[in-house]
């Protein structure tokens, strides 16, 4: 077949970008069209998404794809944040960041009115306060102008499909994030909503990943896996049903695909999440924040003179002594931004650990730290399944990250295969030439992923080492 091109539109809390993806019926190739940042931006306490750089960034990376002639357009983004839109159809401000300090003490509150054990049996969904839930709690408590006036909710990518095609709807594997779908009917869970008095008029329909939305420009909009490691995972280029995954960038979501959620106590107790996937699958995983931490590490330093980029600091880490302190990744100052080192430092203090002392100690730290996680969650993932894992993929921009890779096999115990760094915009586009007819299935579409991608694969090694580490890491 002649070659056909689509555009994938993937914005990340770090950065975005627009991304031709060319496909010749057997192969693709990635063509990066335009690359712009992303951050929070901080105004008179709140931290807020700047929605309309954004969407004047997008529509800058797509200009340049029409010169491609590309048949479709799809758009993915991070979970949890939305926008309100008024009885006009107009954003009633900016959306607001997850980080924000706004849903402090919200997850209490709502479990005075809605147990936790229901919340689950419901959702599905880990607990965390970074919650689209939370967030909805907080407009109601605080009695917000905005909330009363709202007459749509839109997750961040549904937001920006509306204003290319002016067509309102939620993707299901991004709604699936918010902590307010139920997860058997896969719609909105519309009594705990009520029990919350969260208006439950404002949220549209729900559609399934590979639905057209509309057109831009006369270019088909098709909705992907619009959150983002849902498009990742579609992108997992596995040849075992017995696989594990880890969509590795400023978060790590460790998981595997399952046939059905997981909703009863011992998945609550092993702190699980069941996000919608492709073709009716779950994806049962564990948030760990992830390379947020060495990001806020590397801004902290560069503010200070000393601008590292991310290959020296895993060179510096991996000179570093091995296993001389652990940090707990779920630690709510770790969650927002701000002096990192330090506050690996103090945590370091506080239990009684060696004291990292230079930017190497401090990597370490974390990227050991986050090895044992994953086995801790894979070690949970296994027991509430059954499930056998033989082999773990790590995808996105943190599989570059060799030294993290092999400490992961390491610490696991199981073979790891890094690929593809751009997992996110591979998958995007897989399921838009699904939805066109170009590819058959997603098997047909993973593939594809093998066939163009080079993928590493990383063995075990020191496997008794790392369990004597792990058994420390578990006392910490």
Same mark, same amino acid.
């Given at each position: 077949?002649?070659?056909?091109?689509? +555009?994938?539109?993937?914005v990340?809390?770090?950065s975005?970008?627009?991304?031709?993806?060319?496909? %010749?019926?057997a192969g693709m190739?990635?063509?990066?069209? $335009?690359?712009?940042?992303?951050?929070a931006?901080?105004?008179q306490?709140?931290?807020?998404?700047?929605?309309?750089? +954004?969407?004047?960034?997008?529509?800058?990376?797509?200009?340049k794809?029409?010169?491609? $002639?590309?048949?479709?357009?799809?758009?993915?983004?991070?979970?949890?944040d939305?926008?309100?839109?008024?009885?006009?159809?107009? =954003?009633?401000?900016?959306?607001?960041?997850?980080?924000?300090?706004?849903?402090?003490?919200?997850?209490?509150?709502?479990?005075?009115?809605?147990?936790k054990?229901?919340?689950f049996?419901?959702?599905?969904?880990?607990?965390?306060?970074?919650?689209t839930?939370?967030?909805l709690?907080n407009l109601?408590?605080?009695?917000?102008?905005?909330?009363?006036?709202?007459?749509?909710?839109l997750?961040a990518?549904?937001?920006?499909?509306?204003?290319?095609? /002016?067509?309102?709807?939620?993707?299901?594997?991004?709604?699936?994030?918010?902590?307010?779908?139920? #997860?058997?009917?896969?719609?909105?869970?519309?009594?705990?909503?009520?029990? +919350?008095?969260?208006?439950? $008029?404002?949220?549209?329909?729900i559609?399934?990943?590979?639905?057209k939305?509309?057109?831009?420009g006369?270019i088909?909009v098709?909705?992907?896996?619009?959150?983002?490691?849902?498009?990742?995972?579609?992108?997992?280029?596995?040849?075992t049903?017995?696989?594990?995954?880890?969509?590795? /960038?400023?978060?790590?979501?460790?998981?595997?695909?399952?046939?059905?959620?997981?909703?009863?106590? %011992?998945?609550?107790a092993?702190?699980?999440?069941?996000?919608?996937?492709?073709?009716?699958?779950v994806?049962? +995983?564990?948030?760990?924040?992830?390379?947020? =931490?060495?990001?806020?590490c590397?801004?902290?330093?560069?503010?200070?003179?000393?601008?590292? %980029?991310?290959?020296?600091?895993?060179?510096?880490?991996?000179?570093?002594?091995?296993?001389?302190?652990?940090?707990?990744?779920?630690?709510p100052?770790?969650?927002?931004?701000?002096?990192?080192?330090?506050?690996?430092?103090?945590?370091?203090?506080?239990t /009684?650990?060696p004291?990292?002392?230079?930017?190497?100690?401090?990597?370490?730290?974390?990227?050991?730290?986050?090895?044992?996680?994953?086995?801790v969650?894979?070690?949970?993932?296994?027991?509430?399944?059954?499930?056998t894992?033989d082999?773990?993929?790590?995808l996105?921009? /943190?599989?570059?990250?060799?030294? =993290?890779?092999?400490?992961?096999?390491? #610490?696991?115990?199981?073979?790891?295969?890094?690929?593809p760094?751009?997992?996110?915009?591979?998958?995007?586009?897989?399921?838009?030439?699904?939805?066109?007819?170009?590819?058959k299935?997603?098997?047909? #579409?993973?593939?594809?992923?093998?066939?163009?991608?080079?993928?590493?694969?990383?063995?075990?090694?020191?496997?008794?080492?790392?369990?004597?580490?792990?058994?420390?890491?578990?006392?910490?």
């Amino acid at each position: 077949m002649s070659r056909i091109t689509v +555009l994938a539109v993937d914005v990340g809390a770090e950065s975005g970008r627009v991304m031709a993806v060319h496909f %010749d019926g057997a192969g693709m190739h990635l063509e990066e069209l $335009h690359r712009f940042p992303n951050g929070a931006v901080e105004v008179q306490g709140t931290l807020y998404w700047d929605f309309l750089r +954004l969407w004047s960034e997008i529509q800058l990376g797509i200009e340049k794809g029409k010169a491609y $002639h590309p048949i479709s357009i799809g758009v993915d983004t991070w979970g949890v944040d939305f926008g309100l839109l008024d009885k006009d159809d107009r =954003l009633l401000g900016n959306p607001v960041c997850y980080r924000d300090k706004r849903t402090e003490g919200m997850m209490e509150l709502t479990f005075a009115r809605a147990p936790k054990e229901q919340i689950f049996a419901r959702t599905g969904i880990q607990f965390m306060r970074i919650n689209t839930l939370y967030q909805l709690v907080n407009l109601v408590e605080s009695g917000s102008p905005q909330l009363e006036a709202a007459r749509t909710f839109l997750t961040a990518p549904d937001l920006l499909n509306y204003w290319l095609t /002016g067509e309102k709807v939620n993707e299901y594997t991004i709604a699936s994030t918010t902590q307010m779908l139920d #997860a058997q009917t896969r719609n909105w869970a519309t009594d705990l909503l009520t029990t +919350l008095d969260i208006p439950t $008029h404002i949220f549209p329909d729900i559609v399934q990943p590979g639905t057209k939305v509309g057109a831009f420009g006369g270019i088909p909009v098709i909705a992907p896996a619009c959150h983002d490691t849902g498009s990742a995972v579609a992108a997992t280029p596995t040849e075992t049903a017995d696989y594990g995954y880890i969509s590795s /960038g400023t978060w790590s979501l460790v998981g595997l695909e399952t046939k059905q959620p997981f909703l009863g106590p %011992d998945a609550l107790a092993a702190n699980v999440t069941n996000e919608g996937g492709l073709n009716g699958r779950v994806r049962l +995983l564990t948030n760990v924040v992830g390379l947020w =931490l060495v990001q806020q590490c590397r801004a902290t330093w560069r503010k200070a003179g000393r601008d590292y %980029d991310y290959g020296a600091l895993v060179r510096l880490a991996k000179e570093a002594p091995p296993f001389r302190t652990f940090i707990d990744l779920g630690l709510p100052e770790f969650l927002i931004p701000g002096d990192h080192p330090a506050l690996v430092r103090a945590y370091c203090a506080q239990t /009684g650990q060696p004291f990292p002392e230079d930017e190497g100690a401090i990597i370490r730290t974390i990227l050991e730290s986050l090895a044992l996680e994953y086995r801790v969650i894979y070690d949970r993932l296994a027991k509430l399944t059954g499930n056998t894992i033989d082999v773990i993929h790590i995808l996105g921009g /943190g599989s570059q990250n060799q030294l =993290l890779n092999q400490m992961t096999a390491n #610490a696991t115990g199981r073979p790891v295969v890094a690929g593809p760094v751009e997992a996110t915009v591979v998958g995007n586009a897989l399921v838009q030439l699904i939805a066109l007819g170009e590819l058959k299935d997603l098997h047909e #579409a993973r593939q594809v992923v093998i066939q163009s991608e080079g993928l590493i694969r990383f063995e075990p090694r020191d496997t008794d080492v790392w369990e004597e580490a792990f058994q420390r890491y578990q006392q910490r």
